[in-house]
């Protein structure tokens, strides 16, 4: 059975007043009988890892090489050293913003295995493809051109068009994406792949979670917006453990 993991994405928010979140989901992390991951801005990662307890701690994005002239960037073994590990890589707003293709997530997937991480793999479709029915095509084009060699990773399904937007897609749309990546998965990696835990991702709230952690082959969630205060956060912990 693939681990039920609640996951937060801090994206880029916080500061050292939010460490008293982290300790506060810390503290929620030990009681749950789920994987809890955080996955604060780079400048918490040190801290929030020394408070985390059984909370696991990643990064955002690593650089794909292992060190040299990348100003501005992180390495894998970077954020290992900070107390990481896991990280976020292919997310859309690093796909979109920045030009990231599958190719280079897959190099920056096999660095992260190389340090130690473990990768979560985000793959969405926007609203323009899902309208034209392309939405199970492009999930499945970025699950095969992102993975690493390793079956050693995280994959979120992320539709773009979800994020930030209050949004959700219906409990078929979720189920035929989820179906569809975990038979692709036990293809590639046999029954390794039935052991990869795939969350959702997408305005996942407290009021939304009980419904989504009830389909199956969603394991957990990705959480943005609602992973930023432990008061929200927790009741969807909660909800996975129910589930
Ligand atoms: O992008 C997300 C997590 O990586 C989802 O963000 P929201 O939960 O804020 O929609």
Not at 179 to 201: K, N, P
Request: aromatic share 4%.
């Amino acid at each position: 059975m693939p681990q039920k993991i609640a996951a937060g994405n801090w994206k880029m928010n916080g500061t050292q007043a939010s460490l008293s979140e982290i300790q506060a989901i810390a503290e929620a992390a030990q009681e749950s009988p789920c994987s809890t991951i955080l996955c604060p801005p780079a400048h918490l990662l040190h801290r929030a890892a020394k408070l985390a307890g059984p909370l696991a701690i990643g990064g955002q994005n690593c650089h794909h090489a292992p060190s040299g002239a990348f100003t501005g960037d992180i390495s894998a073994a970077q954020l290992a050293d900070c107390g990481a590990s896991y990280v976020i890589l292919g997310h859309s707003e690093r796909r979109e913003g920045y030009g990231e293709s599958d190719s280079l997530v897959r190099a920056k997937a096999q660095a992260a295995l190389q340090s130690g991480l473990t990768p979560i793999i985000c793959l969405g479709e926007s609203q323009e493809q899902r309208a034209a029915g392309q939405a199970l095509e492009v999930v499945l084009a970025q699950l095969s051109g992102s993975l690493p060699d390793d079956a050693q990773v995280i994959i979120a399904y992320e539709p773009i068009w979800a994020i930030g937007t209050g949004l959700v897609p219906t409990v078929a749309e979720i189920t035929e994406v989820h179906d569809a990546l975990r038979a692709q998965l036990h293809a590639i990696f046999g029954a390794a792949g039935q052991e990869i835990s795939i969350l959702y991702g997408g305005s996942v709230k407290p009021s939304n979670a009980q419904e989504i952690f009830a389909i199956t082959h969603v394991n957990g969630a990705l959480v943005g917006g609602a992973s930023l205060k432990a008061e929200d956060f927790l009741p969807i912990m909660r909800s996975l453990a129910e589930s």
